[in-house]
Structure formats: structure tokens, C-alpha cells
């Protein structure tokens, strides 16, 4: 593992093998001529098995019985799922056509792409929300992660943690306050968050680049903010999957696994825990191909070994993924594998949170389920953070929701899903950094003004993040101007909420 001197080594690193695509002049080659993308409903595994012998790529996350999945296929393949006795939706009928419109938006938004430049002075805010309006390229995003370090060195830093099957430099950068009495960074909780395992999910690492941009520019604005910042390290990685993120810009759009030879690896089917089972396969030629071994691949290899080099201090991490919309937590390895008490409520609790946060956020709803629930799949990301460091880990599948997706595919949604995907995020990822690290989360009803001889009801919640608490032992302090405390007894009210009559 190398770790660069500073934000300029580290872009200087990134761009040494890849080059900027020339977006206006480019014409990706015509791969995808008599396919369509279907969604289909098996009844059984033999079923299930069939429709994945027949397919050219799985698109949702995996493929399960009694639950709908959507698979990339050629259109003189459909009737034989038909006669497999699979139900057949059909949602894109002309990949081809889908492919040159999605170029042709993403050429047409460039030609207008006005970021301003990426040269932030010293000290000064290098969030712009203008960057997140089109998907940007590999370099962009490196470049974007180290302004945002040359700006404020003080609190972010851009790290070189490994490198991709094809030799490229993998990156993170690490968000956290300056050191304080008794509160030195190197001793912070680390919160991991990860984007781009699947190099077509486009949406992904945009959101986690948004992420880090708003961690540091709110720092001075958002007492939320500074004090997560302050007590947490964040390490970020934008793009898991360099190699195929590359690719899938300049030959394959919906490419997904690593590059490994010319079949690929499906990195979020190699990690350790539990690897080879139920939802990846041993075949190359398999989208869900999980690798010659666990943690064969230098891509986890390397996302592996930093998690573990923090030791004890790694206490949470999301692996992010388009699309579907949904939270999903520990564990997918196996049908019915819960993780254990208090876990499991914890996991439960958390992720219903974010979702309600998000909808309150933008109308758009996340379904929060427990991930074997969705389709088996073992050998993910989440499970290893979550079985083997013990981190608390999820994955979140971002926009569109697949009720979005007839006739636009999930991994090419216009440019304009992007910055209200990572502005909804945002929100979700600070209830998130909260709740994995604080012992209780607190939250209050809006403050009233009552008359000076009433006495004010207030109303709270009491939430447990890294701890649980004897709900009987809650107890107010109240104060009148710079008068001495008074205990004021509450009363629960279930679920976590209280309620206490303050003195006149």
C-alpha cells in the first residue's frame, strides 16, 4: 500500500494510465444490436437457471425464485425463457437505440458541462453542485477528490490504497477534523464508504464523490457536520472498479464486472465471507462470476486490506450501487441467515430511519429489507464488513427505483437524477455516521413559546446508536434564565419517544 506525499502526487499517480475520453468525438462501438433488457419472474431454481444459461447480463443485483429480476438478452432468446416457463416483461426493447441515446445525452450535456475550474484556493469551499450535473469521467473524478484536499489539507487527504488488475492506482480520501486535546484524528472511528464496484452504475460514484464534497464544504456552516467531522474519519472511495469504470465510457456501456483477462470478475461476488455460495458462479462467462478464489482480485484485495488496517477504529461502512432504490442490511449469503440480536433490530431501526429521512427529504422511497430477502447472493462486500471486522455495513442501491426503468435503463438514467440521488443521500449518510457512532441519538420537537405561568409539554425521541439504554431511566433537566437545573421525570411513550411537562 502506498500512500501519496500529498493531493498533487496522488492526481499526478491517477492519470499515469488513463486518458480523458473525447466525449464530443467519440462513437462507442455498436455491441449491444438485437438485444433487449426483460424482466422475468421465475418459479423455480431450475427456472431461475434457465433464464440465466439464456441471458447475456443480469441486471439486478442477483436472481432469485418468486422475486422479479431483470436480465440483458437477444431478442431471439425471449421466447425461450417463454417456453421455460418464465413470466417476461419487456423492458427495453432496443438496447442498441437505449445505448445511442444515453451517448447522445451524455455528448449533447457536454457540449453545455460549465464546472468551474477545479483550482480551489486555499482554504476556500470546492463543493459545486454545477460538476454534478453530468456523469463524469475517471480523471474527473480523481481530479475533483484532490481539489478538494489541495483546498482544505487540514481536513482531507487523498491516499493511493492499492491498485486494479490492470495496474491503475486505486484512491481514497480521508475526511476528519484537525487533531484536539484528548481527540486526536488517528484515534476517530472510521466510517468507510465505497461507490463504482460495478463499473456500469454510473450514478454510483457520483453520489459518493458528493459525499465528500459536502463533508468538507459544510465543515464552517453545519455544526451537524463539524462535529461528525471532528469525531469521525471518513475514508471514501469513489470508484472500486477503475478498470471497468474506464471501459464501460469507452467500449461497453453496460459492462460490470473488473477486467480481469477478457471475461471479468463481479468484484462485489469475491470477498471472503461465505464466498461461493448461493447468487455467484463459477463460470467466467457469468456477469456474476465470483473470482478463482476469494479475494482473488487486487480491486478487493486492496479495499480489504485498508478496511483491516484500521483495526478496531473501522465501525461502519456502505457499499453504494444503482439502482433500485433500496437499504439493504446483513446478511444476503443464504436465504433466512439473520444477523444476531441486537444487530438485527439495530439494522432494522436504522435503515427504516434513513429510508423515512430520504422520502421526507424528496418524496423517493428506499425500501429498507434485510438483503437475502431481495435475492441470496454470497460473497458481497456488506456481509465481509459486517461478518468478519464487524462493522456495521450496508448496501444501498440508488436511483432510479425499478418501477422507473421500463424503457430507460437503470444504469443510464438522465444526468438530472444525479444530484437529487446524492442530495438525498447525503441526508441518509449523516443519520448513518450518527447512529454507528454515537452512543444514543437524540431528537427534540420544535420548540414552542408558551405563556410564563404554563407549563410547556416538549416531546423527544431517544434512539440507541452504539448503545442501549433502560428506557425507565430517562430523566430531563430543565432550567429557568441562569437558574440551577431541575430533574423533571419523563414519560415513555413507546418506540423510543418521551414526553415531559417542564416547569412554569
Known amino acids: ?268 461476488r469475491n470477498w471472503g465471507y461465505e464466498w461461493g455460495g448461493d447468487g455467484s458462479s463459477g463460470a467466467t462467462d457469468s456477469d456474476i462470476y465470483r473470482g478463482a478464489a476469494p479475494f482473488s482480485e487486487p480491486e478487493t484485495q486492496s479495499l480489504r486490506d485498508l478496511a483491516l488496517s484500521f483495526g478496531d477504529d473501522l465501525v461502519a461502512h456502505i457499499d453504494y450501487h444503482t439502482y433500485s432504490q433500496l437499504i439493504l442490511y446483513p446478511f444476503g449469503y443464504a436465504d433466512g441467515v439473520q444477523a444476531p440480536e441486537p444487530d438485527r433490530t439495530f439494522f432494522q431501526n436504522l435503515t427504516e430511519d434513513m429510508s423515512d429521512l430520504i422520502q421526507s427529504q424528496s418524496g423517493a422511497f428506499y425500501n429498507p429489507i434485510v438483503s437475502w430477502l431481495l435475492y441470496p447472493a454470497a460473497g458481497t462486500a456488506s456481509d465481509w464488513f459486517y461478518g468478519d471486522p464487524g462493522a456495521k455495513s450496508l448496501t444501498i442501491e440508488l436511483r432510479p427505483s425499478d418501477q422507473d426503468v421500463f424503457g430507460l435503463d437503470g444504469f443510464s438514467p438522465p444526468a438530472s437524477t444525479i444530484l437529487p440521488t446524492a442530495q438525498e443521500n447525503w441526508a441518509a449518510a449523516k443519520l448513518f455516521a450518527q447512529r454507528t457512532t454515537l452512543p444514543l441519538a437524540f431528537g427534540l420537537d420544535a420548540p414552542t413559546t408558551v405563556a410564563a405561568n404554563e407549563q410547556p409539554v416538549i416531546g423527544f425521541t431517544l434512539t440507541p446508536g452504539t448503545q442501549d439504554y433502560d428506557p425507565t431511566s430517562v430523566v430531563v433537566s430543565a432550567r429557568i434564565g441562569a437558574g440551577p437545573f431541575i430533574p423533571v421525570p419523563t414519560t415513555p411513550n413507546g418506540t423510543g419517544t418521551y414526553s415531559a411537562t417542564l416547569p412554569a
Open 1 to 268: 500500500m502506498r500512500h501519496a506525499a500529498c493531493a498533487l502526487v496522488a492526481a499526478l499517480a491517477g492519470t499515469a494510465h488513463a486518458q480523458l475520453l473525447d466525449v464530443l468525438n467519440h462513437t462507442p462501438p455498436r455491441v449491444y444490436e438485437g438485444q433487449s433488457v426483460v424482466r422475468v419472474r421465475a418459479d423455480s431454481i431450475r427456472e431461475v437457471n434457465a433464464a440465466m444459461a439464456l441471458s447475456e447480463s443480469l441486471w439486478s443485483e442477483g436472481a432469485g425464485v418468486n422475486a422479479p429480476f431483470d436480465l440483458q438478452i437477444r431478442v431471439d432468446r425471449i421466447g425461450a425463457l417463454r417456453e421455460a416457463g418464465l413470466e417476461v416483461e419487456i423492458m427495453i426493447p432496443d438496447l442498441q437505440a437505449n445505448a445511442d441515446r444515453a451517448w447522445a445525452e451524455l455528448r449533447q450535456a457536454a457540449r453545455f458541462d460549465r464546472p468551474r475550474p477545479l483550482n480551489t484556493p486555499r482554504g476556500g469551499n470546492p463543493h459545486d453542485e454545477a460538476w454534478f450535473a453530468n456523469y463524469k469521467q475517471l480523471d474527473q473524478i480523481y481530479a475533483y477528490i484532490n481539489n478538494i484536499a489541495a483546498a482544505r489539507p487540514e481536513l482531507a487527504s487523498v491516499s493511493d490504497v492499492g491498485n486494479t488488475i490492470q495496474g491503475r492506482d486505486l484512491f481514497a480520501i480521508t475526511i476528519t477534523g484537525p487533531d484536539q486535546p484528548g481527540n486526536a484524528a488517528a484515534d476517530r472511528p472510521v466510517v468507510l464508504w465505497n461507490g463504482c464496484q460495478h463499473a456500469r452504475e454510473w450514478v454510483s460514484p457520483m453520489t459518493v464523490t458528493y459525499l465528500a464534497s459536502r463533508l468538507v464544504s459544510d465543515y464552517d456552516t453545519d455544526p451537524v457536520v463539524k462535529d461528525l467531522v471532528d469525531s469521525i474519519r471518513f475514508v471514501i472511495v469513489p470508484v472500486t472498479n477503475p478498470d471497468g469504470y474506464l471501459y464501460s465510457w469507452s467500449t461497453e456501456r453496460y459492462w460490470r464486472k473488473n477486467r480481469r483477462s477478457t471475461y471479468g470478475v463481479d468484484l462485489n
